[in-house]
């Protein structure tokens, strides 16, 4: 078991669940999820063809600036797979068409789950990522994981939303 964290998507953060008063412990694999899809990992100076697609424009300002900040987090500067995901990057988006954002995510949370795969964690690890039907400026998320020796797949939900989507 691993300790428990909660999301909440509202204040885009997450906390340590608290149980009795105490830590509470829940499945390693949720909470790896969690680490990994909202860490922010450092973004890339410039964006790549599918980033560009759904209007994500390179960080911009002046040095030491939020416009020109890449984010991501101090222990990855010696490393050579980053920890996390770029959603924060869609905060650059503009909301165009219903399909392009999405896409876009589930390429993004591939990438920052691939780790999954290469540690041997799982054999396969699946995303879905849909417009919520309660929030319009959220996004589902269905990460569907297929772990070595294990027979069925586990299933995990989530949400990610964000200010200032047109």
Known sequence: MDVGITWHVRAARGEWSIASGDLALENPLRSSIIVSLFTDRVLPKEPDALDIGVGIKAPRGA???????????????????????????????????????????????REALQWLIADGVAEDVGVSARWSTVNASALEFSITVKRPSIDSSEIFLFSWAWEGLV
């Open 63 to 109: 040095r030491g600036t939020a416009a020109a900040d890449l984010g991501g987090w101090w222990g990855d500067m010696l490393e050579e797979q980053p920890i996390g995901s770029r959603l924060r990057q869609l905060q650059r988006a503009i909301k165009v068409e219903d399909d392009a954002i999405p896409a876009e995510a589930e390429a993004i949370c």
